[in-house]
């Protein structure tokens, strides 16, 4: 199965700093790069997600970036809060608008106060 | 509104029992697709329903099995549970052709 590699496993990051997240896929067709945050007990829920006709794509706080040659993208948060402590996952999918999602392994987010 | 609601939202069964989950998909969503999420790993994708139809398949052998009513609603079946098929599995509901799913909160599945 085609993959897509995220690092690191597990983060700490201070009240106010920024969270990196890095992601790296192998099928150059994808073509959509989704992000999801998931709480405990709970589902992945979208945050940004980005194509790759763009290099940048920021909402609030976050924002993805993402380098088509490398075949690479990340997520930076801003200013971390505690409410931001979570598991967050990136994915992609082949170039057909909502077909499957193939996911990273997961990264554990701690924003310590 | 409401969301992606699936039930139950745990559930213990013993090997070689069957088992089905099941999903309603947010209003206005016309497809669904499952998802298998082991502990500590991200959601495997199983299979996609649209117009009643299993339009997209994972790496999954046919002991995952499904459904989807016209209602838009679906089940997941599955036969011969193994400890292995231990997990949380997601229903995520979207438009057809659009990006963007929304997923329910689960069903944890213990296999004992």
């Known amino acids: 199965q085609q993959q897509v590699k995220q690092s690191p496993q597990s983060l700490i990051v201070q009240k106010g700093g920024i969270s990196i997240i890095n992601c790296a896929y192998e099928?150059?067709?994808?073509?959509?790069f989704p992000w999801y945050q998931q709480f405990p007990g709970k589902g992945p829920a979208l945050l940004i997600a980005i194509r790759p006709d763009v290099s940048e794509k920021k909402e609030g706080r976050f924002t993805i970036s993402f380098n088509k040659s490398a075949k690479q993208f990340s997520l930076h948060i801003m200013d971390s809060q505690p409410g931001d402590s979570a598991t967050y996952f990136c994915a992609a999918s082949p170039n057909q608008a909502g077909t499957a999602l193939i996911f990273g392994k997961g990264t554990t987010l701690s924003v310590s106060s | 509104d409401a969301g992606v609601t699936q039930s139950p939202t745990h559930l213990i069964k013993t090997r070689g029992q069957q088992v089905t989950l099941r999903c309603s998909p947010k209003s206005g969503h016309d497809t669904v697709s499952w998802y298998q999420q082991a502990l500590g790993q991200g959601p495997q994708f199983i299979f996609q329903?649209?117009?009643?139809?299993?339009?997209q398949r994972g790496n999954f052998p046919d002991r995952f099995s499904g459904h989807q009513f016209p209602n838009y609603s679906s089940e997941l079946n599955v036969n011969a549970l193994l400890l292995g098929d231990s997990a949380l599995y997601l229903c995520a509901s979207s438009l057809q052709g659009r990006d963007g799913y929304t997923f329910g909160s689960g069903t944890r599945l213990t296999v004992v």
């Open positions: 329903y649209y117009e009643e139809e299993e339009r």
């Open positions: 099928n150059t067709a994808f073509d959509y």
